[in-house]
């Protein structure tokens, strides 16, 4: 959860949105407002490769952020 905080901020507009809305979902999921499933789903979609690749211009922070969200996944 750190690391989607920190790219929150970073400067990346692409990655700060996606971040805001990985946190966002991860939020939603611990309220209990989104099954497992959903919660997967959902964040699957955030780094789905092509619409990614479309709007990364950073190699180093597309690779942390599917790294934070994939590690979000897993906490669950």
Partial sequence: MDE????????????EQRAQMALSICDQHA???????EYC???EDLV????LDQEASD????????????VAMMLV
Avoid at 4 to 15: E, I
Avoid at 59 to 70: M, P, W, Y
Wanted: with cysteine; charged share 30%.
């Fill in 4 to 15: 989607l905080k920190r790219l929150a901020g970073c400067g990346q507009g692409w990655a």
């Fill in 31 to 37: 309220r209990g407002d989104l099954s497992q499933d």
């Fill in 41 to 43: 789903e959902l964040l």
């Fill in 48 to 51: 789905r490769t092509d619409s």
């Fill in 59 to 70: 190699i180093e922070t597309k690779t942390a952020l599917i790294k934070a969200v994939n």
